[in-house]
């Protein structure tokens, strides 16, 4: 019989998983490494104060770290002022999904250095920049040299490390703790680049900015109204099919796949989770564009994760049913799970590409007011 005091830690840890990196949004570079902190120790936890067998718990702890770098992403989304960064950002995320889902699907460690998590540390260095300096300094060329600096050499070591040559760097540290220095050496270049990226920007500001900065997107304002009228805001308001659509799909249905193969018991295939997903999604944003057009405004991102919540429990049993007429089926507890991690991960996609497609209105109308009066006094 498990002990009580071991499931009471047991669920403080994932209940921590799971709301730490809600963080994000707000306070980006504390939530992002706090939750990198929480990944890496918390089956040491367990170890220490509990006897709980692990190996149930090794499909969450994976789709844990799908959740939380999924809300990362979208984070992103509510705060990048620089949309270049945003792009590169966006390309690094998706890049490391389908390597995930890659090898969920055929278990070849070789694909996760291939399609190295170079997002992650992308995010990390833009936050602490912006921490210091508007992140618009950092210009498309240096962002480049950036992202290919930590891809080579910081991710690609790393995944060679942990997944092809299956190293612990505890184990290698304590069978020789000169290799201390050899860390630390590797740690000091990594500074010494990063430095030399940032050497010629403009003066850092005074203080730290730790909460994230976004534009406030409200549905009646006036402004609103004209950012509805170009033809971006236009496409995702009232087209059935338009570019939000299609990558809210691809987002979701990668994570389906993913979180299908490292969950026990799920007994659908990767086809049938990829339409039931797509169609689900297909719902949630006709209803939700629906909703708008009525003039109904989520005040509360609560409110509607709940209602979104139950519009897709009540999709999911239907799709359990039908599934059954296919020789398909579903583990309920994994289901709820599973459509609770995506449920969530659609609300704050809705809630946060208003916010880009807004703010980035924004941005591309002043710059261009801007060089309008450098012309004019020209």
């Known amino acids: 019989m498990v002990a009580t005091s071991d499931m009471l830690i ?23 490494i706090a939750s990198l902190l929480l990944d890496a120790v918390d089956q040491t936890i367990f170890q220490l104060f509990t006897d709980l067998p692990l190996e149930g718990y090794q499909g969450y702890d ?26 590169v950002n966006r390309f690094l995320f998706y890049y490391r999904l389908v390597g995930v889902a890659l090898f969920e699907l055929t278990n070849l460690r070789s694909l996760l250095l291939i399609f190295p998590n170079t997002f992650e540390y992308f995010f990390i260095f833009y936050e602490a920049v912006r921490m210091k300096w508007d992140p618009r300094v950092l210009t ?53 680049m990063a430095w030399w990226l940032l050497r010629d920007l403009p003066p850092m500001r005074s203080g730290f900015s730790i909460a ?10 006036l402004r609103a109204a004209r950012v509805k009228d170009n033809y ?49 999604i297909i719902i949630n944003t006709e209803l939700s564009q629906w909703l708008v057009r009525r003039g109904t405004q989520w005040r509360s991102i609560v409110k509607e994760f709940i209602v979104m919540s139950i519009v897709n429990l009540i999709l999911v049993l239907l799709f359990d049913f039908l599934l059954a007429r296919y020789e398909g089926s579903i583990d309920l507890l994994n289901t709820l799970f599973f459509v609770l991690l995506l449920t969530l991960n659609v609300t704050l996609y809705d809630r ?27």
């Open 232 to 280: 971006t805001s236009k496409r995702f308001f009232d087209d059935f099919i338009h570019h939000e659509l299609i990558e809210k799909i691809v987002l979701v249905s990668l994570l389906s796949i993913i979180f299908a193969q490292i969950l026990p018991e799920v007994r659908a295939n990767d086809v049938q989770i990829a339409f039931g997903v797509s169609i689900l």
């Open 352 to 378: 946060y590409r208003r916010v880009h497609l807004w703010s980035h209105a924004a941005i591309t109308e002043f710059e261009e007011s801007k060089k309008g009066i450098e012309i004019k006094n020209n």
């Open 62 to 87: 994976k789709a844990l770290d799908i959740y939380y770098l999924a809300i990362t992403y979208l984070s992103t989304m509510r705060n990048w002022s620089n949309h270049f960064a945003f792009e």
């Open 212 to 221: 994230a900065h976004h534009a406030t997107f409200r549905f009646d304002s």
């Open 10 to 32: 047991f669920w403080a840890v994932v209940m921590a998983r799971f709301f730490i990196p809600l963080s994000i949004p707000k306070y980006p570079l504390p939530g992002i």
């Open 140 to 192: 498309k060329d240096k962002l480049i040299i950036i992202a290919a600096t930590i891809w080579i050499f910081v991710k690609l070591p790393q995944e060679y490390w942990i997944h092809i040559a299956k190293m612990d760097t505890t184990d290698w540290i304590r069978a020789n703790p000169s290799n201390v220095f050899i860390l630390i050496g590797w740690t000091a270049v990594m500074i010494g």
